[in-house]
């Protein structure tokens, strides 16, 4: 059986009162997949504390492309790892649309989590237009190659421990899922470009669906052969919703 990984997302929602009281209950049931949470970098302190004692990790929702210094309103990926962060999402398209970040920023800032002991989550996705016109394979293929070669070249630095994601950007935050083929189709080519870069990649690198996730297809999906759970966000804010999908998993 696979080991999947389930990851919410919090996105900018959320509260300290929701910490405070949806993270305990969230761990009231033992998940039996590795899950996650990413919440807003200003309660990851309280998260942590919350969660000390439980299976549920803590996880940001981005990170700093330097390490230290004159970056005023910036949270380095040493900072995070000093409060319990397992994961960082790098990549989302929310932050490649709204905050202009390139391939060449993921990369780094996949880097930067690597080296201070964070897993990125690497996000790839392609628009409703780039799918209309056929260059999903393209547009996918490349985000992940200019972030895999970027850490190909640094030698101290372990590949197989990014996680990478697939978000169709036509079906984030909408309640319109890809369907289990469309899924399926584009997580089968992520891992066959892992396994152009290395054997250990494709076998060891997990590669989540996240885009409108729910508890009514989060099952279908991880049952697809290349699907090894999900990046879930607004589903992620509800304790009933969030703990049907770690069940699915
Ligand atoms: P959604 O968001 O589950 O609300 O579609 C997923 C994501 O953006 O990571």
């Known amino acids: ?39 807003p970098s200003v309660y990851l302190a309280r998260a942590a504390q919350v969660l000390a004692d439980s299976e549920l990790l803590v996880g940001a929702q981005d990170v700093s492309l330097a390490q230290r210094g004159a970056y005023t309103g910036e949270v380095s990926a040493s900072m995070l790892s000093e409060l319990d962060c397992r994961f960082a999402i790098v990549g989302h398209s929310e932050r490649r649309t709204r905050h202009g970040e390139t391939d060449e920023v993921i990369a ?14 690497i996000c790839v ?11 999903t394979a393209q547009v996918i293929g490349q985000q992940l190659d200019i972030v895999l070669d970027r850490l190909a070249a ?6 197989e421990r990014i996680v990478v994601a697939y978000e169709p950007v036509w079906a984030i ?4 899922a890809a369907s289990v083929e469309q899924a399926q189709d584009a997580h089968a080519y992520l891992r066959q470009r892992l396994g152009a870069k290395a054997a250990s990649l494709r076998d060891s690198v997990p590669i989540l669906y996240g885009g409108s996730v729910t508890k ?3 099952a279908d999906l991880f049952a697809a052969p290349d699907i090894d759970g999900g990046l879930v966000g607004g589903a992620s804010l509800s304790v009933s919703e969030f703990l049907a999908i770690l069940h699915a998993a």
């Open 108 to 121: 780094e800032k996949a880097l930067r989590c690597l080296e201070a002991g964070i897993r990125p989550i």
């Open 154 to 159: 640094e030698a101290a630095i372990s590949l």
């Open 216 to 218: 009514a297809n989060a």
């Open 173 to 176: 935050g909408n309640g319109r």
């Open 1 to 39: 059986m696979k080991n999947r990984l389930v990851v919410g997302n919090w996105k900018m929602n959320g509260s300290l009162e929701l910490i405070n009281t949806m993270l305990p209950e969230m761990t009231s049931q033992r998940a039996q997949c590795t899950a996650a949470v990413c919440v």
């Open 125 to 135: 996705g392609e628009s409703q237009q780039q799918r209309d016109i056929g260059r």
